[in-house]
């Protein structure tokens, strides 16, 4: 439309028309003037139109499913440094719990996973910016976060779980029943202020789960408390005599992110993890990093 404008300017000039016709000059005047105001309203109806057009097409832009489909590949924001969830192995690859099931849900969408990592403070702000479709990588299922974000259905549950020497008879139901006894955490973690909001609990800290974990095997702690996932984890991959214990506290489920107004590619993501999780998928690789079952909710 934009290349029409100085045809239609040039095709009647004003000055010119004003002598061949031999009209008043007033009349003529009159005349082009009307034949301006009209030929700004059309201009002006087509600037409208072309907005409008602008807007309808910006409202009924692609979905997200089929820019992923077009493009072959799920582009996947994670940390890159965070195991046993997705960290780098010695050759370089990326390796992990939350790799193996982004891998998992980008074959189902018949896709290639495409593997963008980014610091956890800017990883939401990365997925907004469009630098990835989704993010495996733990994300917590919130009220506040879903208030910006669609999610994926919950494919890891986690609790906050005590954890025991091997030859302890005792069973620690909840926090209360620690009252008197020495518990192990980390330094500056969420455990540690659980742990330090009941009253009577002798709290020590510690800089990481290994040094806790040692003193716990030899009977310097009466129990120690920490994620449910890094527990099983941790004892699936380590020597030392211990069990773990009861869950305390509520259950936090974690899912994927992407960004909200693309219900294709939610009904997608949602069809996919069905189908893994009834075909035993998403079991075989939680056995495989933690040796229990952390797809679905802790009994």
């Not at 208030?147 to 906050?160: G, I, K, Q, R, V």
């Not at 620690?178 to 192990?184: A, I, R, T, V």
């Not at 509520?250 to 993501?269: E, L």
Request: proline residues 5%; charged residues 25%.
């Amino acid at each position: 439309m934009t290349r029409g404008l100085p045809f239609l300017y040039d095709a009647a000039p004003i000055g010119r028309a004003a002598h061949t016709n031999g009209a008043p000059l007033a009349h003529t005047r009159k005349n082009n003037t009307m034949k301006l105001s009209t030929l700004k309203k059309l201009v002006a109806a087509g600037v409208i139109g072309a907005t409008f057009t602008a807007v309808t097409t910006a409202a009924h832009a692609e979905d997200l499913l089929d820019q992923v489909k077009q493009r072959g590949t799920l582009r996947v924001g994670l940390e890159g440094t965070f195991p046993p969830f997705n960290s780098k192995a010695p050759s370089g690859e990326l390796v992990g719990y939350d790799v193996d099931i982004a891998k998992a849900v980008a074959a189902k969408l018949g896709v290639k996973p495409e593997f963008v990592t980014t610091e956890w403070s800017g990883i939401i702000a990365g997925l907004q910016a469009g630098k990835f479709d989704v993010i495996v990588n733990q994300v917590g299922i919130t009220d506040k976060r879903k208030e910006t974000l669609d999610f994926s259905p919950a494919y890891t549950y986690s609790n906050a779980q005590l954890i025991q020497r091997k030859d302890d008879s005792r069973e620690f139901k909840t926090l209360d029943d620690l009252k008197g006894k020495k518990l192990g955490v980390g330094l500056g973690t969420n455990y540690m202020d659980m742990a330090k909001s009941v009253p009577g609990i002798d709290v020590k800290t510690y800089p990481g789960a290994p040094e806790y974990l040692r003193d716990l095997a030899a009977g310097r702690l009466d129990a120690a408390l920490n994620d449910r996932l890094m527990l099983a984890y941790l004892l699936k991959n380590s020597q030392l005599p211990l069990r773990t214990g009861a869950n305390v506290g509520a259950g936090n489920p974690s899912g994927i992110p992407f960004k909200k107004g693309n219900p294709k590619f939610a009904k997608a993501i949602d069809d996919a993890m069905t189908q893994l999780e009834k075909d035993g998928t998403f079991a075989k690789i939680s056995d495989k990093w933690f040796g229990i079952d952390v797809t679905k909710p802790a009994k």
